[in-house]
Structure formats: structure tokens, C-alpha cells
């Protein structure tokens, strides 16, 4: 045995070792990695091995000796990336990418969202770096002598293993057509080696902006050309109106018309759907930039980037903006938010799309009374804010980005106005008493608007921007809902409310599905603006049937069908079905995404737009 310990071989082995198993480990325990074959798990239990090889063996590759202080510190990176996958993951289900770490403080920092994610028996993961420490210490791990041949058969299987892992994880991708997918990245080729992926990635948007020109917008103007712009009764029914729009932060739909204890979670909301446009079947499309996403679709009709957000990566791009366009109608736009204006980079962002005046939290009277969380509550937002509004030129497009209903979903008791919820999870529990908050901030709103007369010229959209249960926490909805669980749960808790109010028109229920990318066309129909805007969206008014609603990863709903997890549901029952049902609409969410990502990536609205 002590021999064994005292060979060269031997601590960098148990180094590969400890990293491999708590990776493997953590992917099927923390990841939940979906899992279709034999296959699957094979990639899971081996693709980490080739990355770990050929990184830890950087603590010996260029020196004579074995040095037991880089071997560490690189356990430890590597170590701290898992654990900040893990973190992410819990939440978002989703990976950590290069454009993550630019925007760090825009998915929270350190902070309350991050302590609600983290466990106890997350200290496990770091026990193998205390124990080599400890082996530092007593000089057993310092300076190992490694001969060359060692390191070129140590060299050789890492980069073999890594090469058989992206040429199988390659061919998985082109028979199933993942590549939007992180999740099945990681599964194909594993959390150290789709990093290594990512990092190089990540120098694909500057190079595609350098080398874009003229003719690269062809394929954009042949896009608006096929797509067919329909007119209904409503078109210029809300002309010359001035529009608010209020981003609901995280709320889904599942909340409309739903109690807890007797009592309803949105009783302003409920009774606003029943004398307005109320779809109930919109779809978050959101990703890693959460509501700069919503944001970008709804003021762009573009799609959002797949990792991080085209407000912090892209914010210098030509856009042809909601703002842009009603300002050729004579329209003033300003934005409200009770955030530092630098959170998601807004405020450079929102110069660049159009909006001439953003009110944020230096506009606002903030204390430690009147806030939580991320910043002042709904309530004195919106009463601080009228004023504002009332001051605004008209007609004016105004939104407001809520804030109150953020995870972890913290508010006082003296504000909680209807109870907990009672499931084993306090992160839903809360959920419903925070947007329970948030409703009641639109209905005194809305109160205020009628009695300063600023109620019936107006157009109200409210919507959610984007999920507020993530995956980890959907069983306790499923319970609080009191619903059988489906494997479909994930997509369909993704509904989002939109609800659009004209004063004086009856209300209407649409149940056909549409997303967020949707709602800047359906806008502009009502206000009577037609052939103008660049985008992905339609008027929910008048969506093709079989249109799927696109989600960032590959994922799409149409009226029949569900493709999630690289698997093909039908709609109405949730039970798998034959994958030929969802393939002809796979070729519409490759060239959409594509599209959307070259005119981002190459900035292409600038040439002639």
C-alpha cells in the first residue's frame, strides 16, 4: 500500500478519481439529466473522464515534478465550477455559460436566491480537496516526481477519451437535433468538456458582426416577405391610445382564478380577464436573461440568445423596436422600474432601443420600510410612479417591470394577504402571497388611473415575463394544484398570463397558444400599424394554428403536440407519442432560431433597416 502511494501515478488518479465521481454523481442526482437509453447513461458515467484527466494533469503536464498546490487549486476550480452549475441548475435548470459570469449580479449574486438554493450536504462535494490538503500539509503531496512517459500515456488517453466523447455526444446531437439544448450538451459531453465548448463559443458573436455584410440580409428580407400579415375587425381599434404595459415579474398562469384556504391568489386580475382579451394559453420563452428576454421579445419580436442576454452582450446592435416604431406615430416611450438602472445593463439598453426617458430607483423615494428583496414594493412603485406618468407627452407607451414577485418570493407579514401555501416547499408556499402583493398593486393602480382620468385612453397589457416555479419546485405546485403529475408539467407550468384591456370593449377568452415574441405584432395591430416591424411573432389575433410556439432550447408547443426533453408528447393527454408527429415542425424552430441568432450575433439590422 505504501508503495502504491508513493508511486507517481497514484495521486493524480485519485484526483481523477474523487472529481469523476461526485460529477458523475451530481448529474444524476443534482442535474436530472433525461435519460432515453442505455446510452444515456454510459455518456453521463464516462464523458466527465477525459476532461478531468487533461486538466488535472496541468499540475504536472509542463513541470519535472508533480506540484501538489496546483493540483489542488485546480480540484478546486473545477470543484467550484460543478458546485455553480449545481447552484444554477437547482434554480434555472440550466448550465452556467461564459455570458453568465459577465452578468453575474443580474441572476442574483450572492445573495437571498442564492442561500435558498444551497443544502447542507453540498459540504460533501468539497471533502476530497480537505482531505489533499491535509496530505499538502504533511508533505505527501508535494512534488511527486512524474516521468515523460507517464505524462504522454496520461496525455494521450485524455484526449483520446475527450475526442470519442464530442464525436458520440456529435452524431447523438444530429440524430435527436439538440443543439439548442445545454441540457442534453452536458449530457453528451459532459459538464467539463461543454465548457471548454461554451468558452470557445463565445467568441463566435464579435466574430460574426466583423465578417457580416449586405448580403447577409437577404435572407431576413425573405423571411417578411412569406410571412403574411392578416387584418381583423380589431386592427386600429386602441389608434392613437396611449399604452401601458406592466411586466408582471415571475407570475404564471397557473395563478388566474386559483384560491388558497377560499381565497382567490389574482381576484383583481380575475375579474380584469372578464371585460378584456385574456389568453390563456402564452408560453415564458425566456432564458438565461429571464426578463431582459421578456423585454427583448416584446420590444423586438426577436428571439433571446440561448446563453446569456442580448441586453448585457448585444447592446450596441440596430434594433427596430416597438419604441422606434410608434415614435414615426408620435409616440413618447418610458420605462419604469424600481432597480438600480444598471441591473441587465437597462440603462444603456434601453437608449439604444428607443425609450427617452427611464424612471428608476434614483426616481423613487426607497427605504428600508417601503422594500425587500430586490428593491421597493409594488405597491409604492406604482403610487410613486403616477405623478411620473401623468407628466408624460401624449400619447405615451409606458412599461412597468414589477418587482415584488421575485424569487425567493420574501415579503413581510404585515403585507401577506392571503396565507401560505401548504406544501413541503416554502419557496411555493411564498409564491402565492407575493403575487397575492403584486395584484393587489395593479388594482390600486388602476384605481388611481380612473380617478386622475388617465384610465379610458389608455390600452393596458400585462403579462408575465417569465417563470417564478422552476422545475425543482414543481412537485409541491403540482400538489398545491392538486393535479396528477405529467411529464409534459415542465412546459405546460411555463404558461404566462396575458391579458390585453381596451376600456369599453367585452371581454374574450383565446385558448390557442402563442408566446412573448408574439405580443409586440399583436400590439401593434390594434394600434393600426401593419408591415413595419422585423419579427419572429404574430398577431395572436390571427396565428397560423400550426405555428409552434418556439422555446430557446429546441423545445416547441403547437395545438397538438409537445416537444420537450428531446421527446414527442401529445398535448391533451401528456402521453409520449410517435417522434414522426413532431418532426416536420423541427425544420420551422432550426431556421427561426438560426435567423434570429445571425441578425443578433451579426448585428444585420444595420445594413439599410
Not at 89 to 104: A, G, K, N
Not at 376 to 402: G, H, M, N, R
Request: proline share 4%; hydrophobic share 40%; with cysteine.
Amino acid at each position: 500500500m505504501r508503495k502504491l502511494i508513493t508511486s507517481q501515478a497514484f495521486f493524480p488518479i485519485l484526483a481523477v478519481v474523487t472529481l469523476w465521481l461526485k460529477t458523475v454523481v451530481v448529474s444524476f442526482l443534482g442535474f436530472n439529466l433525461p435519460i432515453h437509453s442505455w446510452i444515456d447513461v454510459l455518456l453521463i458515467i464516462f464523458n466527465p473522464l477525459g476532461s478531468l484527466m487533461l486538466l488535472l494533469g496541468l499540475s504536472f503536464f509542463f513541470f519535472k515534478k508533480m506540484n501538489g498546490y496546483v493540483l489542488i487549486l485546480i480540484m478546486l476550480l473545477l470543484t467550484g465550477l460543478l458546485y455553480g452549475d449545481l447552484l444554477y441548475y437547482r434554480f434555472y435548470i440550466d448550465f452556467v455559460t461564459v455570458s453568465i459570469l459577465f452578468q453575474f449580479k443580474n441572476v442574483g449574486g450572492i445573495g437571498p436566491s442564492t442561500f435558498e438554493l444551497m443544502k447542507i450536504w453540498d459540504l460533501f462535494l468539497f471533502i476530497d480537496i480537505v482531505i489533499f490538503l491535509l496530505l499538502v500539509k504533511k508533505q505527501k503531496l508535494v512534488k511527486k516526481p512524474i516521468s515523460v512517459r507517464y505524462k504522454k500515456v496520461f496525455a494521450s488517453c485524455a484526449i483520446f477519451l475527450i475526442a470519442a466523447v464530442i464525436g458520440i455526444g456529435f452524431l447523438q446531437s444530429q440524430s435527436n437535433k439538440t443543439f439548442y439544448s445545454r441540457t442534453q450538451m452536458v449530457k453528451e459531453l459532459g459538464p467539463y468538456t461543454y465548457h471548454l465548448y461554451d468558452i470557445v463559443l463565445s467568441f463566435r458573436p464579435p466574430i460574426s458582426r466583423a465578417m457580416a455584410d449586405q448580403s447577409d440580409t437577404a435572407v431576413i428580407k425573405d423571411f417578411v416577405s412569406n410571412k403574411n400579415e392578416e387584418t381583423t375587425d380589431l386592427f386600429g381599434i386602441a389608434k392613437g391610445k396611449n399604452v401601458v404595459l406592466i411586466s408582471m415579474e415571475s407570475t404564471q398562469d397557473f395563478v388566474i382564478n386559483q384560491k388558497i384556504d377560499g381565497k382567490e391568489i389574482t381576484p383583481f386580475l380575475n375579474d380584469l380577464i372578464k371585460e378584456s382579451y385574456y389568453f390563456s394559453h402564452i408560453y415564458d420563452q425566456t432564458a438565461q436573461g429571464k426578463t431582459s428576454d421578456s423585454e427583448i421579445m416584446v420590444d423586438t419580436g426577436l428571439y433571446p440568445l440561448s446563453g446569456g442576454s442580448v441586453f448585457v452582450r448585444r447592446p450596441e446592435n440596430t434594433f427596430i423596436s416597438m419604441q422606434k416604431l410608434l415614435k414615426e406615430e408620435n409616440y413618447y416611450s418610458a420605462v419604469f422600474h424600481g432597480n438600480d438602472p444598471s441591473f441587465w445593463n437597462r440603462e444603456n439598453m434601453y437608449k439604444n432601443l428607443g425609450y427617452e426617458r427611464f424612471f428608476s430607483k434614483g426616481d423613487y423615494t426607497v427605504t428600508p420600510e417601503n422594500s425587500i428583496n430586490y428593491g421597493i414594493k409594488d405597491i409604492p412603485f406604482f403610487q410613486q410612479s403616477i405623478p411620473y406618468l401623468k407628466s408624460l407627452p401624449k400619447p405615451y407607451l409606458a412599461k412597468f417591470i414589477t418587482l415584488t414577485n421575485h424569487f425567493p418570493f420574501l415579503l413581510n407579514e404585515e403585507d401577506q394577504m392571503i396565507n401560505l401555501a401548504d406544501t413541503d416547499e416554502g419557496v411555493v408556499n411564498r409564491y402565492v402571497t407575493t403575487v397575492r402583493y403584486q395584484d393587489e398593486a395593479i388594482k390600486q393602480f388602476f384605481q388611481q388611473l380612473k380617478k386622475k382620468g388617465m384610465y379610458k385612453d389608455t390600452i393596458f397589457i400585462l403579462y408575465g415575463d417569465h417563470y417564478g416555479i422552476s422545475e425543482k419546485y414543481e412537485d409541491a405546485l403540482t400538489d398545491m394544484l392538486d393535479r396528477e403529475k405529467r411529464a409534459v408539467d415542465h412546459t405546460e407550468y411555463r404558461q404566462v398570463p396575458l391579458i390585453i384591456h381596451i376600456p369599453g370593449q367585452k371581454g374574450m377568452t383565446i385558448s390557442s397558444p402563442g408566446g412573448e415574441v408574439d405580443i409586440q405584432l399583436t400590439l401593434l395591430h390594434l394600434l393600426g400599424i401593419k408591415d413595419k416591424a422585423i419579427t419572429f411573432g404574430y398577431d395572436l389575433f390571427t396565428r397560423p394554428k400550426n405555428h409552434p410556439v418556439i422555446f430557446r432550447d429546441g423545445g416547441f408547443v403547437t395545438e397538438k403536440y409537445i416537444y420537450q426533453d428531446n421527446t414527442c408528447y401529445h398535448k391533451g393527454s401528456g402521453e409520449q407519442t410517435n417522434a414522426e408527429a413532431c418532426m416536420p415542425f423541427q425544420e420551422t424552430v432550426s431556421k427561426e432560431l438560426n435567423l434570429s441568432d445571425d441578425i443578433i450575433n451579426g448585428d444585420l439590422l444595420r445594413f439599410n433597416y
